[in-house]
């Protein structure tokens, strides 16, 4: 009676320490999630001074650099959403926004090493007639139709906890595909993306979902 009590015990106790693990790794990957869409927010401030102030950072292009870091931070708690109809379609398009973004900011880190805006023109000119690299890296890819709608959809998984940050999230997704005009949108679309994810991971209740 004492061992089968003891064993029931050490299970439960491994249960339970397996369950603190899940919710540590979940609190984790959401603060890395938020932790990332702030540092992509400051990236698009950066980016709002200009190209001029863009070129001229130095050591290093910061602006690019704090939106690369921000979108791979993105990344565990993107893939840790619930396997279900609606992360099947926002996980890969939130993960093809990220990739294209990433390569993305690759592109702007040669722009940025160019001593001067002919060479910069002539790398541009090259690289625009080349689809491959044009539309998935710049056009397409780092897209709000895609990045932001994938964010969006994910959004979704928190539509019986949260609606208030999915409506933040929509909001902020009409402002960055233009349907809601506002000067500097990236700047404001992010600001409420953020919110909104806010709202959703660390809302009253909504610790420990997902």
Known sequence: ??????????????K?????????????NKTLFIVGLALFLIGQVLLAKGNDFVYNQ???????????I????????TVSFPKNNISLIGIPLTLVGIVCTIGMCVLDFI?????NQELRTEFTNHISNVPSIWKPFITIGPSSKIFNLGLLVLS?????KAKLGILIIFIAN??????????????????????????LFFGKGNENVL
């Open 174 to 199: 009409l402002i960055l595909w233009h349907i809601i005009p506002l000067p500097f949108r990236l700047i404001f679309g992010y600001v409420l993306t953020l919110i909104g994810f806010s709202v």
């Open 70 to 77: 921000g979108v791979t931070l993105l990344i565990p708690q």
């Open 1 to 14: 009676m004492f061992v089968y009590t003891d064993v029931v015990a050490h299970l439960d106790n491994k």
């Open 58 to 68: 130095e050591p290093i292009d910061f602006a690019h650099w704090f939106l690369l």
């Open 111 to 115: 722009w940025w090493s160019f001593p």
């Open 16 to 28: 339970d320490d397996t369950k603190m693990v899940a919710i540590k790794l979940n609190i984790t």
């Open 156 to 160: 979704l998984n928190y539509f019986k």
